[in-house]
């Protein structure tokens, strides 16, 4: 143990003031700004920033992104100098060239009555006349028609640098040869000779119905009671006026001094320049958005971002020597203790700082451990040194010699009985002093993994309300120390898993955990059993690497990680409220916390440490932001193609406004909506919700998805809402566009009155013609068993009449002549040929057809019995063609016999010469043509000498044979039946035509 005295205290503390200062924010080409040289700017009216640059064309930042246009989108030029947002909604562009006009779907050219014209300011004036100032004079735009007021007044006719509107509905304009106060009839001009510092304007405003009018190298002139006065520097050169309308502050951006801002009531003014952050003193433009943050356009700087923070910053610049704090604890005499690096360790009351180092009777030692115990004394442990004890004059050391569990200190507390808890890399120590006496006497119990812990690596203790010693160890188990008894469950480090670097208790009761690299687990040391609930990055914490902890005054808990801060609120039920994340943007400067280096002050702020600097957020201020968003739509696609390139795109309107609904084809059913809002002061922490009104149940869940997709939507009518919020849970107003998608035409009613009329008609029809088939069907039936009892009919008929009853009568005469000769043999010969024949004719008579080879067999028969018959001579031919298979192609039965006999009775019998007979068979396209062919005294000379009974008979069976062949023709064209006279030589042909079937 080692002891020593402090001398001199009082001159210990350096005076070192500091305050909450602003900041700024640099947007440069680094974070997309097309060019550095910003040189408009317009705060619309759904809060993005559109700027105008110098060479990049236009830009428009919604706080985190830039989207750029130029020639590509439709802007003709990328020299922007003026901006401005009409009544209806439009964004005027001024270039070096002309004037846009944009209304957030295209981009539209007005040329002005002259080229070239190099714009520097637009205005409105109280007509809804659009007024431009320019190199080259004053225009308006009238009834959609530009016209110069330059030249009607005769004034103005050179570079009008600016022009404004007045709450009197008056326009203000100004150039090198003044102020001019512009009215129908003429101008009312101001100069140095009515008072002004300079003739040359540069910029014109009004607070409180007072002309604030900023000058090149004059200052700020202010018209008071028709006498002009100076505010601030009477020699500033002045680019742009703004008017802080709630806090009464008139802000200038200067050519060389970067901005000013001037409390009028008292013509004080403060300046902001490079020094203090700014990217550069030559600035452009100024404005402020609807969260009170100052933007400031610079040339060659870029965009500069104003704002208070959140947080007071405190690091080298405020006299603390180093800018790693590892460790803070709160002082009961105010303010609080920090350790600096290898610096010692400081005490910070008010606007105050007191350093105790090596300079001053202390140690340029690295502490990472603080405690005022509960009589004001400091405990500090070190890295390597042990443990040192200051009572306010005296400074005492404890490390491993005198029973310490290591000289690696990583966490000190008290407990309720006094006795101070030390965590270090080899265990914990416990130390009870002996108040009893002014000596420094102590007493060290030592607690180690082989008495009962669970890993000798202690990051971090906390004592509770039942005095129980909480600690957290490297191996990721959880424990605590009653009455010198260890507990600890496996089932805690198998759920925590990671390194516990920090440990804190809230006002509920609840101890929180910090892990490295499975986030935030908390639970509720009134349950007998304590259960841990999880708190990580599903849940909207920034980062699972946690390495502090800290619960407020307020019952918030912070949660350091790498790159900011994160405010967790859970309600006293255990339901998360919200996360609130803090990094550069809301003014938590210095990156990653240290570990377990927080704590809260007396005053109840909220002290982080971090590696680079030291970061105080006052608990009584209450940050919130209750700007709403206001949620617009991007864009509408439909089957993934912007609505702007489909048949809808007539129904969109200015800033993808639905004109009245959404009207869309059947076919058209896959919508995706793109929908955006406006956050400035935090644009990662904007949140959406939203539904589709007859589509969905409810509303989706609360997420930062800016996009809904809907595909395969039924016909019918929808309304798709869609709200933000931001991270304090202010909520938009909905965003609502009414839907409706068309009804297929076959849904409708009209087509399915018709559908239905068309199918009763079918039905008719088809049951007509059901009818008329079954009629047709009936009658072709009936017809057939007609036909075909006519050819049955007709077959008997022939069958009966096919062979002359004469023919047969000689047949028998001539077998008994035979037979009273004893001609025996020639008897049976012949009565062998003629029963063949009628065997031939009765089997024939079962078929519809026969084959030709058949048919020719019979007439052979038949003929050769004729001869034998006859008592003269004749010869016979039949003769097939080759085309002709005989045994393939069929013909009715014995439909030739009746025309042979025909041939021999009344065509060669009775003439006085050799009769012939030729029967002919020949194959033609599609039919089978028969002729009969005699060469005998021809159908004449033989009508002369017949008599009635064989005219009869003949005429019978001709009858006959001409029905069996018409019936059997009566689809075919061709003629079935003809008788040609022969004279050179006589004779008679007799030609059948019949159709081509086949009896294989």
């Known amino acids: 143990m080692k002891a020593w005295n402090v001398i001199l205290f009082s001159v210990l503390f350096c005076l070192c003031g500091f305050a909450q200062k602003s900041q700024f924010q640099v947007f440069s080409v680094e974070e997309g700004l097309p060019q550095s040289q910003v040189y408009a700017m317009l705060m619309d009216n759904n809060h993005r920033i559109w700027l105008g640059t110098k060479g990049g064309g236009l830009t428009v930042f919604d706080g985190a992104k830039f989207k750029n246009f130029g020639e590509k989108e439709g802007l003709l030029d990328d020299k922007v100098f003026a901006l401005f947002q009409d009544s209806h909604g439009i964004i005027w562009i001024g270039t070096s060239k002309n004037v846009v006009s944009f209304n957030g779907l295209e981009f539209t050219y007005h040329e002005l009555i002259t080229d070239n014209l190099v714009v520097s300011a637009i205005q409105e004036d109280a007509e809804g006349r659009i007024w431009v100032a320019t190199n080259k004079g004053l225009f308006y735009r009238n009834q959609q028609k530009w016209e110069s007021y330059s030249e009607k007044v005769g004034a103005l006719m050179v570079d009008v640098s600016c022009i404004f509107l007045d709450d009197e509905g008056v326009l203000w304009a100004g150039n090198d040869d003044g102020l001019f106060k512009l009215s129908e009839m003429g101008y009312e001009q101001f100069t140095i000779h009515e008072g002004l510092t300079s003739n040359k304007v540069r910029s014109i405003n009004e607070m409180n119905g007072k002309l604030l009018v900023g000058t090149y190298g004059g200052g700020l002139n202010v018209l008071i009671n028709g006498e002009w006065r100076v505010l601030g520097d009477p020699k500033e050169i002045i680019n742009d006026v703004y008017v802080d309308h709630e806090s009464e502050h008139v802000w200038l951006a200067t050519h060389n001094h970067g901005i000013v801002q001037i409390r009028p009531e008292n013509n004080s003014t403060v300046y902001f320049n490079a020094e203090d952050g700014l990217s550069t003193n030559h600035t452009r433009i100024i404005d402020q958005d609807y969260w009170g943050n100052i933007w400031v356009g610079t040339s060659g700087g870029g965009l500069n971002k104003m704002f208070t923070p959140n947080f007071v910053h405190f690091n080298e610049d405020n006299g603390i020597k180093g800018k790693m704090f590892y460790a803070i604890e709160k002082s009961r005499y105010g303010g609080v203790w920090v350790s600096t690096g290898s610096n010692g360790v400081a005490r910070i009351i008010g606007d105050s700082v007191a350093v105790f180092n090596a300079s001053n009777g202390f140690k340029d030692v690295k502490s990472k451990a603080l405690l005022e115990d509960s009589d004001g004394h400091l405990w500090i442990g070190t890295e390597g040194e042990g443990i040192y004890y200051y009572d306010g004059q005296h400074f005492v050391n404890l490390d491993g010699d005198d029973g310490l569990a290591d000289n690696w200190i990583r966490s000190i507390v008290e407990d309720q009985e006094g006795v101070i808890w030390v965590a270090t890399v080899s265990g914990i120590s416990a130390i009870t002093l002996d108040k009893s006496t002014p000596l420094f006497d102590y007493k060290i119990q030592d607690f180690s993994q082989v008495k009962g812990l669970p890993d000798d690596r202690i990051n971090t203790m906390i004592v509770d309300d039942d005095n129980r010693k909480w600690f957290g160890c490297q191996s990721g188990h959880l424990g605590y120390i009653l009455d010198n008894n260890i507990y600890f469950s496996e089932e805690d480090q198998k759920l925590i898993k990671s390194p516990v670097k920090s440990l804190d208790i809230d006002s509920e009761n609840r101890l929180w955990i910090a892990t490295e690299g499975n986030g935030v687990f908390w639970g509720d040391l009134d349950n007998q059993f304590v259960n841990f609930n999880r708190i990580g990055t599903s849940k909207g914490l920034n980062n699972n690497n946690v390495y502090l902890i800290q619960a407020d005054l307020k019952n918030r808990v912070w949660a350091g990680a790498g790159s900011g801060v994160d405010e967790i609120s859970v309600s006293s039920s255990g339901e998360l409220i919200y996360i609130k994340h803090y990094s550069k943007n809301e003014g938590f400067l210095g990156g990653e916390t240290c570990s377990d280096a927080a704590d809260i002050d007396e005053q109840g702020r909220v002290w982080i440490g971090t590696l680079d600097g030291l970061n105080c957020f006052s608990a009584k201020k209450g940050f919130v932001n209750d700007v709403p968003p206001k949620v617009f739509l991007d864009d509408i696609t439909i089957f993934y193609e912007s609505i702007l390139n489909t048949s809808a795109k007539d129904q969109i309107s200015d800033w993808f406004t639905v004109k009245d609904k959404l009207h869309l084809h059947h076919t058209q059913n896959h919508l995706s909506f793109h929908f955006d809002a406006i956050n400035l002061i935090n644009p990662n922490k904007v949140f959406f919700q939203y539904k589709l009104e007859g589509f969905d149940v409810s509303w989706s869940p609360i997420s930062d998805r800016n996009d809904a997709t809907y595909s395969n939507l039924p016909s019918g009518n929808y309304t798709f809402k869609v709200k933000a919020v931001n991270e304090d849970g202010v909520w938009s107003e909905e965003l609502v566009i009414p839907i409706e998608v068309s009804i297929p035409y076959w849904k409708t009613t009209w087509f399915f009155a018709s559908v239905v009329s068309g199918i009763l008609m079918v039905i008719g029809i088809i049951v007509l013609l059901i009818f008329l088939r079954y009629r047709r069907r009936t009658k072709e039936e009936r017809e057939m068993l007609r036909i075909e009892r006519n050819m049955l009919e007709l077959e008997q008929k022939t069958l009966r009449l096919q062979m002359n009853p004469h023919f047969i009568f000689n047949a028998m005469n001539t077998v008994q002549a035979l037979i009273a000769k004893n001609d025996t043999k020639e008897a049976r010969y012949y009565l062998a040929k003629f029963s063949k024949l009628m065997r031939k004719i009765l089997e024939n008579s079962r078929h519809s057809f026969i084959s030709i080879q058949d048919e020719m067999e019979t007439l052979e028969n038949y003929l050769n019995l004729e001869k034998l018959n006859t008592d003269f001579p004749f010869d016979y031919e039949i003769i097939v063609d080759d085309k002709i298979q005989p045994d393939a192609y069929g013909i009715p039965p014995l439909l030739l016999q009746p025309f042979v006999e025909n041939a021999i009775v009344h065509g060669i019998k009775e003439i006085d010469y050799q009769g012939k007979i030729t029967v002919r068979f020949i194959l033609k396209e599609n039919y089978i043509e028969c002729v009969v062919e005699d060469n005998g005294r021809g159908r004449k000379a033989a009508k002369e000498v017949r008599h009635?009974?064989?005219?009869?008979?003949?005429?019978?069976?001709?009858?006959?044979?001409?029905?069996?062949?018409?019936?059997?023709?009566?689809?075919?064209?061709?003629?079935?039946?003809?008788?040609?006279?022969?004279?050179?030589?006589?004779?008679?042909?007799?030609?059948?035509?019949?159709?081509?079937?086949?009896?294989?």
């Open 948 to 1000: 009635q009974k064989s005219s009869y008979h003949k005429s019978t069976a001709l009858v006959l044979t001409q029905e069996r062949l018409s019936t059997l023709n009566e689809d075919n064209s061709y003629q079935s039946f003809e008788i040609i006279d022969l004279d050179d030589p006589s004779g008679t042909r007799v030609v059948v035509r019949i159709p081509i079937v086949e009896v294989y």
